[in-house]
């Protein structure tokens, strides 16, 4: 709140979380959830889980109660589904918090049993990942590694595929 001049005093914040916090630079120390907590008007979680991670270690008092779960939603607008081709797509970080391992690990093991399916990759490597992951893709040939593309790229791919994976390591 450091970085908010007075002409925000009566500006109410709250964050919204979907992500565990004892991993983030600012929240890792339950001495610093405490201060933040007592800072903002509420925190809002998109599972019970990370709202547990929140309070971890800390005392539940009356600011516990300003901590709200408001699950992710669809609306379901669909009365027919589309005939989908045997395509598996992700699209997004290469990290290793998003689990981008732990996928090309079970692509590669499940791919070779359905050869007739196809996994493609869309996102940037991550500097920081140790582990070379086009060493990972090139180990199948139905195992396909996209690179950075435009949203309505990845999108065409997305209408087609049957399994949309989102793997993450919250």
């Known amino acids: 709140f450091k970085y908010f001049g007075k002409e925000y005093n009566n500006t109410k914040f709250i964050l919204y979380l979907h992500n ?6 600012s929240l890792k120390t339950e001495d610093k959830r405490k201060q ?7 925190i809002i979680t998109v599972s019970n889980y990370i709202k547990s991670c929140y309070l971890s270690g800390l005392e539940i008092d009356s600011n516990s109660k300003k901590i709200f779960t408001i699950h992710n ?3 379901r607008w669909l009365n027919k589904f589309p005939k989908k081709e045997k395509i598996i ?3 997004g970080r290469l990290n290793d918090d998003k689990g981008i391992i732990e996928l090309l690990d079970s692509l590669n093991f499940v791919l070779p049993k359905y050869p007739d399916w ?9 500097r920081n990942l140790s582990l070379n992951l086009i060493e990972k893709i090139n180990k ?6 996209m690179g950075e593309k435009p949203n309505y790229e ?7 595929c049957s399994i949309c994976c989102v793997p993450s390591k919250w």
């Open 89 to 91: 797509v992700f699209s």
């Open 118 to 126: 196809k996994a493609f990759i869309f996102g940037r490597q991550d």
């Open 20 to 25: 565990d916090p004892r991993n983030m630079k």
């Open 36 to 42: 933040l907590l007592k800072k903002v008007d509420a």
């Open 140 to 145: 199948n040939k139905n195992l396909v590694f």
């Open 154 to 160: 990845v999108k065409k791919y997305l209408e087609r």
């Open 73 to 75: 939603g669809i609306d």
